[in-house]
Structures are given as C-alpha cells and as structure tokens.
C-alpha cells in the first residue's frame, strides 16, 4: 500500500465512522417527532424482517406527530404490531390507511438518559477513529521499515493521519453537542 492509499484509507473509515454514529444519533429521541425514531424499527412482512421505511413513507406533519403511510394496506397491522413491540413506547393509531403516532414529551429524567447515551454512542466513534488512526500508524511504520519511504516522510503521515484524526473527532463531538441540545431544549 502506498502513502497516499493510506491516507485514504485512514480518511474514508474515519467517514464511515462518523456516518454510523450519524445514523444512531438519529435514533435518539428528541422532544420532538422525527421520522428517524421509527425508520428502523424491524416489522415482519412478506415472510421477513424488514426496515419500516422499506414499507411506508413516513412523515412528520406537525412537531409531536408522527405520521406512517404504508405502500400496502396490508402491510398496516404488520406495521402496527411492530411498533407496539418495539422498546420505544410509542401507542400507534390505526385508522385503516395510516399510523399516527405521537409523540410524548421527554421528562427530565429521559432527557438524561438520552444525553448520556449520546455520550455514549459519540465516545465509541472516537474509539473507532482512534483504532483507524492506529492502524494507519501501523502501515506507515510498516512502509518505513521495509525502506519504502524515508523516516522524515513517515513521520509527515503520521502527522496527516493525526490531522485527520482531530479532524473528525470534532466532527463527532459537534454531532453530538447539537444532538444535545436538540434533547434538552422543549
């Protein structure tokens, strides 16, 4: 592996890790509706597991509605009974053509909660970069002793690949400063 696929290596997982912890952030209520709550709860249809959001548009109409529109009409007591065994203590509505759910206010105590799962799930993606950041210094070392490059070039990318490294971690912790005060704001 040359320098340069290093790099790119190092920065594309690094991405990759940002964009997982985008995604689980999405996950974690807010005081507000959010399609994201519900995308991917699993719901047994056609004989297999599958995300909601492969089954139903999902809409947020008003700020604590959630609002589920089924592709199949058939597929709405699937959808129902989904949600209804999903932990996220949500009582959907059924009116024969959509689900409306809404969505509670957070209590003080949840909001916690959520704040330090966020933490939570934000100090894992540092992990993540960190053993990226790792495996980069592996390779560059790796390069240096098999005399691929020189000990000033290698020390170069192992200054890039901690660029790269702060870089992202405070993308992480933006994410999940905003993430945040989205919980904790009414």
Same mark, same amino acid.
């Given at each position: ?16 890790? $940002?964009?997982?912890?985008?995604? &689980? ?12 709550? $519900?995308?991917? $709860? ?11 959001? @492969? ?8 700020? &604590? ?8 009409? &058939? ?13 996220? !203590?949500?009582?959907?509505? &059924? *009116? !024969? ?15 916690? +909660?959520?704040?330090?799962?966020? +933490? ?5 993606? +540092? $992990? ?7 495996? !980069? ?10 005399? @691929? ?6 020390? @170069? ?5 901690? *660029? ?23």
């Amino acid at each position: 592996m040359s320098a340069e696929e290093i790099l790119m290596d190092v920065e594309l997982r690094m991405e990759k890790a $940002v964009s997982v912890l985008k995604e &689980n952030l999405l996950g974690i209520r807010t005081g507000r509706a959010n399609p994201g709550l $519900v995308e991917s $709860v699993r719901v047994e249809a056609y004989g297999t597991q599958v995300p909601l959001k @492969q089954l139903a548009t999902i809409a947020c109409p008003e700020p &604590n509605q959630i609002v589920i529109r089924p592709f199949d009409p &058939n597929t709405l007591k699937d959808i129902e009974k989904a949600i209804l065994a999903s932990d996220l !203590g949500f009582t959907p509505q &059924n *009116d !024969g053509r959509i689900i409306r759910i809404t969505v509670p206010p957070l209590s003080t105590e949840v909001r916690r +909660k959520m704040v330090q799962r966020i +933490k939570e799930l934000a100090e894992e993606a +540092k $992990v993540a970069i960190r053993n990226i950041r790792r495996d !980069g210094n592996k390779s560059v070392d790796l390069l240096e002793k098999n005399k @691929q490059i020189s000990e000033e070039e290698r020390d @170069q990318l192992k200054k890039e690949i901690q *660029d790269l490294t702060k870089k992202f971690e405070n993308q992480v912790n933006e994410l999940a400063k905003k993430r945040e005060t989205e919980v904790l704001e009414d």
